[in-house]
């Protein structure tokens, strides 16, 4: 994994479980869910750290039943919005 100079935003990642790739999300998809949560439970929220685990283009079709398995297991916890 290369290292980033910390900055003023922070990054989180999206890590291939196939071959260790690891890609950086460029936006923080959290920042208006961390407000709404601060003011849901009247918390101070000092930060928060997202990564995704997955399987990238180039070993999707090799670990084709993972994702199968993933995709249920997301379904079986409720985890799946679709």
């Known amino acids: 994994m290369s290292y980033e100079f ?3 935003s922070h990054k989180h990642y999206l ?4 071959c260790n790739k690891v890609l950086a999300i460029n936006r923080c998809p959290l920042g ?3 407000e709404s949560l601060a003011k849901e439970t009247n ?7 997202l990564d995704i685990y ?7 079709e090799k670990y084709a039943h993972k994702e199968e398995t993933c995709v249920k297991k ?7 919005q679709s």
Request: hydrophobic fraction near 20%; aromatic fraction near 16%; glycine fraction near 12%.
């Open 43 to 49: 918390y101070i929220i000092s930060g928060h750290k």
């Open 15 to 18: 890590f291939c479980l196939g």
């Open 32 to 34: 208006n869910y961390e």
């Open 74 to 80: 997301r379904q079986r916890h409720g985890w799946d």
């Open 6 to 8: 910390k900055r003023l």
């Open 54 to 60: 997955g399987y990238c283009p180039k070993c999707r």
